[in-house]
Structure formats: C-alpha cells, structure tokens
T-cell receptor, first 113, second 112 residues
Framework: DADVTQTPRNRITKTGKRIMLECSQT?????MYWYRQDPGLGLRLIYY???????NKGEISDGYSVSRQAQAKFSLSLESAIPNQTALYFCATSDPAGEETQYFGPGTRLLVL | ELKVEQNPLFLSMQEGKNYTIYCNYSTTSDRLYWYRQDPGKSLESLFVLLSNGAVKQEGRLMASLDTKARLSTLHITAAVHDLSATYFCAVDTRGSNYKLTFGKGTLLTVNP
C-alpha cells in the first residue's frame, strides 16, 4: 500500500464550488505539505503543517485553506474554486529526525470550469 | 527570498551520451534535493546532498554539491531511454523554516 495517498485522484468542478482534497499518510511523519504544480512553474507551496497544532501559509495560500485533522491527515480546501486553480496538487510528508526528504503522494488533477 | 534556477529547462539527448543539469540557488542552503517525475506521475526522491563537496551516485546519475558556488549538478552518464523524465532540484534552509523551494524542472528526453 502507498505511504501517502490522495483523494480524489481526478476532479472536475465548476467555478464557485467548494471542494476538498484529502491526504493521508502511514509514514508516521509529523510534517505535511500541500503543493500545486503548473506547467513551466515547478512546484509551489500552498500550506504546510509541522504538527497537528501548527499550520503555516506557504508561497501561494490565497484562495485555499487547510485542516490537519490528525497526524496522518491533512486536507486542502478551495472555498470558491476559480479556473486559475486548475492544476495538479500534491501532498507530501517529511520526517524532521531524518534528512527531511519529502515523500509525495500520487497527486490530484483538478479542473475548474 | 530563496530562488532556485535550473538549466537547461529542456534537454534532448541521444542514448549513450553524457550531459549535466545545473541547479543554482541564491542563498546559503542546508540541504539540496534532486527529484525525478515521470509524465503524469508523482515525484520520486533521487538524492539528498547535505554538505559541501557531497557526491552521490545511483546508476547512471551522479549528483554533487558546491555550497560555496551555490551550485549542484546532476550528471547523466551514457543516457538510456528510461532516464527520460523531468528532474527537479529543491533547496531548503534553516532561514526558511526548512520549506523546500523548487526549481522549474528540466525535461529530459533521451532518444534512441
């Protein structure tokens, strides 16, 4: 079984709709991250959480919110989706006790019409 | 603000040839990472480089780090088609609370 899972894997939604992307991990890592990937722009950090009570904005947090329900779960919400939020979204985890390598989930492909 | 630049962004090479991808970053780093991404797939960790002069090798890929020059290289030896992918470097720093900043990626295509 995959260590970092994301649901859904693909989602089509309409402008103005609220949607939630979910991430779960079995690696036991405290740190979790949400990124978006756009062609030609690499990965950009949306939010990150170093433990259940610690949530921080990343480079591009406007229009997004997150919830860290447990050590293993970190959800990303788009309160009112807009077309320029169409992207590939990745969740990642890392262990501060190690080399801090980030382990990525399979990604969620989101299309906002 | 930490900036990470990769070049080239696109690389088309023939099987059997050697080439190098460069990753420059703008401030003192604590760790440098190389990732691979196959089309439509997730990112896979390749290397973590922690100190000046660090060199790591896996198969036909070798990564090195020069912290004084703020430069890492990913060298490809005798390329094969299976190495076709996008390669990202990423840097974190204590000053950025260990958040990763990614380069834009290098799309490598290895032709027969």
């Amino acid at each position: 079984d995959a260590d970092v899972t994301q649901t859904p894997r693909n989602r089509i939604t309409k402008t103005g709709k609220r949607i939630m992307l979910e991430c779960s991990q079995t690696k036991g890592h405290d740190r979790m991250y949400w990124y978006r990937q756009d062609p030609g722009l690499g990965l950009r950090l949306i939010y990150y959480s170093f433990d259940v009570k610690d949530i921080n904005k990343g480079e591009i947090s406007d229009g997004y919110s997150v919830s860290r329900q447990a050590q293993a779960k970190f959800s990303l919400s788009l309160e009112s989706a807009i077309p320029n939020q169409t992207a590939l979204y990745f969740c990642a985890t890392s262990d501060p006790a190690g080399e801090e390598t980030q382990y990525f989930g399979p990604g969620t492909r989101l299309l906002v019409l | 603000e930490l900036k990470v630049e990769q070049n080239p962004l696109f690389l088309s090479m023939q099987e059997g040839k050697n080439y190098t991808i460069y990753c420059n970053y703008s401030t003192t780093s604590d760790r440098l990472y190389w990732y691979r991404q196959d089309p439509g797939k997730s990112l896979e960790s390749l290397f973590v480089l922690l100190s000046n002069g660090a060199v790591k090798q896996e198969g036909r890929l070798m990564a090195s780090l020069d912290t004084k020059a703020r430069l890492s290289t990913l060298h490809i030896t005798a390329a094969v088609h299976d190495l076709s992918a996008t390669y990202f470097c990423a840097v974190d720093t204590r000053g950025s609370n260990y958040k990763l900043t990614f380069g834009k990626g290098t799309l490598l295509t290895v032709n027969p």
